[in-house]
């Protein structure tokens, strides 16, 4: 069975700087295209980022120039180093499959002064 644990989330001042990580066990990593997601409460969850299994990335357009995605298919780990830090930017960050409905518990980022 595919599980996927987030974790690197915390309380960071606006301009800072976190890096979350998602490891995936149960299936084949390599294989398959990951998204990061993020739900801000009150607020429907919505896609940030996506790797594909030949590392071509996509961003949501809040986040260009700020964020970015990786891989490292020896860890089956995908991470996401988000910089320059925003109060918006605070919520839950869940990774997925991109071809699955199958999400992690999500790691909290709080972006405040």
């Known amino acids: 069975q595919v599980q996927l644990v987030e974790s690197g989330g915390g309380l960071v001042q606006p301009g800072g700087s976190l890096r979350l990580s998602c490891v995936v066990s149960g299936s084949s990593f390599s294989f398959n295209a990951m998204d990061w997601y993020r739900q801000a409460p009150g607020k429907e969850r919505e896609f940030v980022a996506r790797i594909t299994t030949v590392g071509s990335t996509n961003y949501a357009n809040s986040v260009k120039g700020r964020f970015t995605i990786s891989r490292d298919n020896t860890k089956n780990t995908v991470y996401l180093q988000m910089n320059n830090l925003k109060p918006e930017d605070t919520a839950v960050y869940y990774c997925?499959?991109?071809?699955?409905?199958?999400w992690g518990r999500g790691t909290q980022v709080t972006v405040a002064s």
């Open positions: 997925k499959y991109t071809n699955l409905e199958i």
